[in-house]
């Protein structure tokens, strides 16, 4: 899948896994992207989106409930 949520831009992100004892080792925050189509305009369209984009389509009525 892709790295990047193509309607808001969201991508992966870096940090650190902290243990008890506070050692740090580097780590990846990827985003939850799922493709999704859609008709917009009579076309169908498909774009990656991540899980919270989808969510704010949902409720602005852009995509069906039960899609």
Not at 21 to 27: A, G, I, P
Not at 32 to 56: E, H, Y
Not at 59 to 65: D, E
Request: contains cysteine.
């Amino acid at each position: 899948m892709a790295a990047r949520c193509e309607l808001t831009g969201k991508g992966k992100q870096h940090g650190h896994n902290v243990s008890f004892s506070l050692r740090r080792t580097k780590r990846v925050f990827k985003p939850n992207l799922q493709k999704k189509t859609f008709m917009l305009d009579g076309k169908k369209v498909t774009m990656t989106l991540s899980t919270q984009a989808i969510r704010t389509l949902k409720k602005k009525g852009v995509l069906a409930k039960a899609n």
